[in-house]
C-alpha cells in the first residue's frame, strides 16, 4: 500500500495542464500524477549515473574517446 503526498500551491495554469494531459491519456490526474511520480523516482539522478561512470574509470584505468564511442555507434548503422 502506499503513502498519500500532498503538495501545495500548484499555480493554477500548471495544474490545469496537468489534468488535460491527463484526461487526453484518460487517466485521472491521481493516476496521471502517480505515473510521473514513479517513473522519475525509477531513473537514477544525472549525477549518480556521472559519479558511477567515473568511478568505473578510476577503477579500471579504461577510458574511450568520443570518436570510438561514435564509430561504434554508427557500425550498425551502415
Known amino acids: 500500500m502506499g503513502v498519500a503526498v500532498t503538495v501545495r500551491d500548484v499555480p493554477d495554469k500548471v495544474r490545469d495542464e496537468l489534468a488535460a494531459r491527463a484526461a487526453r491519456a484518460g487517466m485521472s490526474l491521481q ?3 502517480r505515473g510521473m511520480l514513479v517513473a522519475t523516482a525509477s531513473r537514477p539522478v544525472v549525477d549518480d549515473v556521472i559519479a558511477r561512470a567515473r568511478a568505473r574509470v578510476e ?7 568520443a570518436q570510438a564511442i561514435l564509430s561504434a555507434r554508427d557500425i550498425d548503422r551502415r
Open 59 to 65: 577503477a579500471t584505468g579504461v577510458r574511450v574517446d
Open 31 to 33: 493516476e496521471y500524477l
